[in-house]
């Protein structure tokens, strides 16, 4: 039985759009593979999918199962669900508008149909060895638009790839924090010199604390909440 390629890919962008950069590592057999690039006006979600894209053109004639590590919930429903919608509909969303990145994601569907993949839908900055290099090579390619990538044996890469575990606590900790950053906010709350305020809008907060050091300030949910972190900056 073949081997399973393992891919890890990662897009990242300085603003979005604004430059951007992807990044692969490809683990297979006794060797591994970085692959990246960088496009001077972007989005993230673009050089997430062009991560993956690149990754399976460079291993399409190997017949075998593909393992994807990607942290990219873009990437990952599109290929798996989306897509097939896309295609049906002529390219055009539920909504009639067309979709974007439409030729990145046309050069997916043969890529699709060629390889048998084996996809991950990872947490992100968790300590995944090989994603934590993926994102190394996008970030350094959208920030400087080069990087020196590895191609050559395993043995003397110098990262274990081959573990993909992660601080689970960790993961967990992120995604409670995406959740808090998509509830809506009951108030604000600053400290500034000493004096805790609360706000009921961000704008009045922002003005307060924006360009001034030794400042706080962090969003509550809910009166009782709102009171946990007036107590927690030190006001009553």
Not at 72 to 97: D, H, L, P
Not at 133 to 156: C, E, V, W
Request: with cysteine; proline share 2%.
């Amino acid at each position: 039985m073949a081997e399973t390629i393992q891919i890890f890919t990662d897009g990242a962008s300085k603003g979005n759009p604004g430059r951007g950069g992807y990044g692969v590592v490809i683990s297979q057999g006794d060797s591994v593979t970085e692959l990246g690039g960088f496009k001077e006006r972007t989005t993230n979600n673009e050089m997430e999918l062009q991560a993956v894209v690149e990754a399976l053109k460079a291993v399409q004639d190997s017949g075998t199962t593909v393992a994807i590590y990607t942290d990219s919930k873009y990437v990952v429903e599109g290929a798996n669900g989306w897509i097939f919608g896309w295609i049906k509909n002529g390219w055009r969303t539920k909504t009639g508008s067309d979709v974007l990145n439409k030729a990145l994601w046309h050069e997916l569907v043969p890529l699709l149909k060629e390889l048998q993949i084996d996809w991950h839908k990872v947490p992100g900055h968790v300590g995944i060895i090989g994603n934590e290099r993926a994102d190394t090579i996008a970030s350094d390619f959208a920030a400087n638009g080069t990087f020196n990538l590895y191609s050559g044996p395993k043995d003397s890469y110098g990262y274990d790839i081959s573990d993909t575990s992660y601080d689970k606590a960790k993961a967990e900790e992120r995604s409670a924090a995406r959740k808090r950053a998509a509830q809506k906010a009951y108030s604000y709350v600053s400290l500034l010199d000493g004096v805790v305020q609360t706000h009921q809008t961000w704008s009045e907060c922002e003005s307060r604390v924006k360009g001034k050091r030794g400042t706080r300030f962090k969003k509550s949910l809910d009166a009782g909440n709102e009171k946990e972190i007036v107590k927690d900056f030190g006001g009553r």
